[in-house]
């Protein structure tokens, strides 16, 4: 067995914490509608007996949502998670998880009582061997099986309301893709063909931001608990001016194949992987949600896409017009909001106007597009894993409007928004719950900063770190170099003073011969002078 064939098995065992827990996918559990693990610390649901949370009946709000899906009781993301279960952990105090074992955001220890503040990074201001840890990282997530989790393969009807359970073992990696595929999905009306696409429950309205930044926080989480790095963050990468993808290359997220444009190139680890829910139309042909199985390589041909849908990444100035809008949302808050911070952010406003309902997609949907490849679907996109870097961006510019703005809680939405976007709708699909207008809130408070937010000086050393880790690598060799060379010009004035305390009274060393073997003539001196000390010509200070 091979070194990374031995880690992924170890790993197997560690725990993760994302939606459908294992515990609560028996026939039991769905049949009761309970979702109340023990925690293993004291073998009590929730960890109720050590004060860490409580079983607890689910609230979901009552208010309305908007017009964008007229149905109701036919999708199992509705109230969520309500179809599934109506009691899940409560936890308390710094407490989190499905049964409260683990710790909220932004704290850590046994305890949850050590708050601590992490960097999020630009992936180009990563050292060597920071690249080398993330993509090696991001590959193990690929091959480790999730322990504690599985995906649901069918709806909680074609369960038979939970006595048929339908789910299937993925990785750490493709729990991620099939959340954000599960999200996006078209609503199954019931029959072949019969789906409803214009619904999502985490694009095309104000939770956009809030569910993206919630979904990141917890991949970092399950890389941090694979892997055992706690310090782990994840990078991002700053796409403004740029004129193609510089983030694939084969150190990174992967080059071109040379035989094939459209494939990853042999030599990057990703061009090995297998994506998983990317086959949309023929799900909705079929009216069934994706099976979970391997279904192709991963695709991307970056520059070559539709340019009447995108001509090209975003600038800095159509950032700096995005940051500028004052209103996080507006109107109908979906496609068509009008000078909407987030839905100018998001592809569907004008980056220079504000107007919403463009043809042409901007900011965060002009890079899915670029890419023209699989991470070009909505439903499919987080197989690339460029995904991740492009959304830490995005999420570093609503972090960067949340500051400008000073903006609050209050100020997002509270009804009438698209299904599953009002402020107090929990985000599908996560287990534990979370509801939108909490992650409405400055990053520090959820334990993590970016590198392009810190001040002028702090910037400046982050983007010299990988210059200053070079320069350290190969500080050991310099120091070598200057020791022989010291030894050998040792060697060699010992050597001539012994030639001359041998030789001394002969006159050819002493005379003016030996010297003029040794020293060149001066032919005209370094700085002209006129006479009164100053220089005619600029001098190398000057």
Not at 207 to 227: A, D, N, Q, S
Not at 325 to 337: A, M, N, Q, V, W
Not at 379 to 391: G, K, M, R, V, Y
Not at 445 to 466: C, I, K, T, V, W
Request: glycine share 8%; net charge negative.
């Amino acid at each position: 067995m091979r070194p990374l064939e031995i880690i992924s098995f170890l790993l197997y065992f560690v725990p993760s914490y994302q939606q459908f827990p294992r515990q609560c996918v028996t026939q039991e559990a769905l049949r009761i509608k309970e979702c109340c693990p023990p925690w293993e610390g004291d073998g009590s649901p929730c960890g109720a007996s050590s004060g860490r949370g409580f079983c607890q009946d689910v609230r979901v709000s009552n208010h309305s949502h908007g017009p964008q899906y007229p149905f109701s009781g036919v999708d199992d993301r509705e109230g969520w998670p309500l179809v599934f279960y109506n009691r899940t952990c409560q936890c308390a105090w710094n407490f989190m998880g499905f049964n409260c074992a683990d710790c909220k955001f932004g704290y850590f220890g046994v305890k949850c009582n050590e708050k601590r503040e992490l960097l999020r990074r630009n992936v180009f201001h990563l050292t060597r061997d920071e690249k080398i840890r993330f993509v090696s990282y991001v590959n193990l997530a690929k091959q480790s099986v999730s322990r504690d989790y599985v995906v649901a393969t069918g709806t909680y009807k074609e369960m038979e309301n939970g006595s048929k359970p339908l789910f299937a073992n993925v990785s750490v990696y493709d729990l991620f893709v099939w959340i954000h595929y599960y999200v996006s999905r078209s609503a199954l009306l019931g029959g072949p063909g019969n789906v409803w696409t214009d619904v999502d429950f985490a694009h095309w309205g104000p939770g956009f931001l809030p569910w993206h930044r919630v979904y990141l926080l917890h991949w970092e989480h399950e890389i941090r608990k694979l892997t055992g790095d706690m310090n782990f963050t994840l990078p991002y990468w700053d796409w403004r001016d740029a004129k193609g993808c510089d983030v694939c290359t084969d150190d990174l997220m992967g080059g071109r194949s040379p035989r094939d444009p459209t494939f990853l190139s042999p030599g990057s680890v990703f061009s090995s992987w297998r994506v998983m829910c990317s086959k949309i139309a023929e799900y909705n042909d079929r009216g069934v949600l994706c099976d979970a199985t391997a279904e192709g390589q991963l695709r991307r041909n970056p520059g070559k896409q539709n340019r009447n849908v995108v001509e090209r990444l975003p600038t800095s100035a159509d950032v700096e017009f995005t940051l500028s809008l004052r209103e996080y949302d507006t109107g109908t808050t979906d496609r068509t909001s009008n000078m909407s911070f987030r839905n100018t952010l998001e592809g569907f406003g004008d980056p220079t106007t504000g107007i919403g309902n463009q043809t042409h997609m901007g900011m965060h949907a002009s890079l899915h597009v670029f890419m023209n490849g699989t991470l070009s679907s909505v439903q499919a996109s987080a197989n690339d894993p460029i995904f991740f870097l492009h959304h830490s961006y995005v999420d570093s510019l609503f972090e960067q409007w949340l500051r400008r703005h000073g903006a609050t809680p209050v100020e997002y939405p509270h009804s009438n928004a698209p299904i599953g976007h009002n402020s107090e709708h929990h985000m599908v699909p996560f287990l534990p719950l979370h509801r939108n207008r909490d992650f409405f809130i400055t990053s520090k408070d959820l334990g993590y900063d970016f590198s392009n937010l810190l001040d002028g000086n702090q910037m400046l050393a982050e983007s010299m770190r990988p210059y200053l880790e070079e320069l350290e690598n190969v500080w050991p060799s310099l120091l070598l170099a200057g020791f022989c060379g010291g030894i050998v010009t040792i060697a060699i004035v010992a050597a001539v003073l012994t030639v001359k305390h041998h030789f001394g009274g002969l006159s050819w060393l002493q005379g003016q011969r030996w010297k003029d073997l040794f020293v060149l003539p001066e032919r005209q001196p370094l700085i002209h002078s006129n006479g009164t000390g100053e220089t005619n010509q600029r001098n190398y200070s000057t």
